[in-house]
């Protein structure tokens, strides 16, 4: 069923060089080693596919991003089952995830249908202005050219090869370049071939999709080199992700990289709340923090509240929900390892007491829950940093003053949530501007794992969250990093792209 090759502009190709998938369970298949040759092949047919596909109307976008929802529906037992194997992940969670991402597809095809996100802008010419006349302006949004994807572990489908980015560059009219993640290279594989099967009923330009396997790094450091790409979306680690970003950077041409990196996504339990309702927001947490082996990028791992007696009765029964929680098995062997290696930091940093200590081996978590003041984390920045997983730190403040002192220092971040009662308003008013600043998302009475694809939502937030603040992963905005303005002044109709001509 797999042919362990790269597809390029249309064609599975393989090379010399090749490497073994890990899968959690079942027999793991070989795959071609990704290199800049084959970049060099994608990204020539990328460029050339731009000269039709750039300029495809809407509808026919619209027909291709449905067709690709049917052909990956079509195929979904067969995704599902390999992206189990290769990820550890549950099935039920996988079906979910298919369905997330077959609905990302159709939202697009429906969201480009409509044309708002043209942004189409007319000033007529004013011919007896004086003292000088105008000319005749319009603008419209125009796709930025050949694009290249990086997925991530932790959402095999949805953040993957034919996920959010995927979907809303083709939207806008770039061809993409998947780079396939080495976590699901089967899982990837059968996407991309879903894909391909979309493109060929349509007869586009073999150059709408490539996807080329990883194995190393070379193929992804080449690709965001490559000056025929114009942009880039990325979701993954900090390391990864702004390795590349610096790469995009020091290009003779720098282009925009759209990096969805980590986030440690606190939340601040108003003082009320706690009192009135600690035990259940508790539970709630213990839930969020280890739903998928917390691995999501959503991941709540930090909750600061009030040090007191009600502060101690959350602590303990988030220890007690978390202790019944079982192992679950990780991404990778080495996400298993990172995770013990930040659990192991954060445990012989100074001042943090341990809640909750677990053993886990092999690719399994098991969650960790540590406990540490306001002061040790304003003096211990590597507090703030992500360990993806199952592991929650508590920071008892001394006072709201000091609340305020600990969201105040911050990074950057895709989530801050309040939890708070009525009585906690006026507080969490006085936090509300910090917070803001913070966060591309902020939420009330809720946990932030399960990240709706919508209009409204923003997956995004000042870095490390993402190296873009203005630019969203999820939802129909998504579509704003692969497109760029262009005016057109006094230029006849004939000459004007399709959708500006009928403008009034
Ligand atoms: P990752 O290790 O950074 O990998 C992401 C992709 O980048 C892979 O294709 C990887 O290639 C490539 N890559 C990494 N470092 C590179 C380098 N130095 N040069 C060239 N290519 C490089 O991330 P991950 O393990 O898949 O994902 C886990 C992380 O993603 C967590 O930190 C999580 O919080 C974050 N995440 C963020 C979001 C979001 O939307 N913000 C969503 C999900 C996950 P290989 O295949 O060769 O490894």
Known sequence: MLTGKHLIAGHWVGGDRTFHSSPSKGSAHEFSVGTPAEVEQAAQAAEAAFASFGYSSREERAVFLDLIADEIYARGDAIIEIGCQE?????????????????????????????????????????????????????????????????????????????????????AGCPVIVKGHSAHPGTGELVAKAIDAARQVLNLHPGVFSFIQGGNREAGQALVQDPRVKAVGFT??????????????????????????????????????????????????????????GQFCTNPGLAILIDGDDAERFIETAGKTLEGIGAQTMLTDGIAEAYRGGAGRIQASSGVREVLVTSCDNRNATPYLFVTSGREWLENATLGEEVFGPLGLVVKVADFDEMLTVASSLEGQLTCTLHLDTDDIAQSRQLMPIIERKAGRVLANGFPTGVEVCDSMVHGGPYPASTNFGATSVGTMAIRRFLRPVCYQNLPVELLPADLQSLE
């Open 87 to 171: 990820t550890g992940l549950p099935e039920a969670r996988l079906i979910g995830e298919l369905g997330r991402t077959v609905g990302q597809l159709r939202l697009f095809a429906q969201y480009i249908a409509e044309g708002d996100y043209l942004d189409r802008r007319h000033d007529r010419a004013l011919p007896e202005r004086s003292p000088l006349p105008r000319p005749d302006m319009r603008l419209m949004q125009r796709p930025v050219g050949p694009v290249a994807v990086f997925g991530a572990s932790n959402f095999p489908l949805a953040f993957s090869v034919a996920g959010g980015d995927t979907a809303s560059a083709l939207a």
């Open 236 to 293: 993954g680690s900090l390391g990864g992700g702004r390795a590349l970003f610096n790469l995009c950077a020091q290009r003779p041409e720098p282009i925009p990289f759209f990096g969805e990196l980590g986030s440690v996504n606190p939340m601040f339990l108003m003082p009320t709340a706690v009192a009135q309702r600690g035990g259940a927001i508790a539970e709630g947490w213990a839930g969020s923090l280890t739903m998928g082996a």
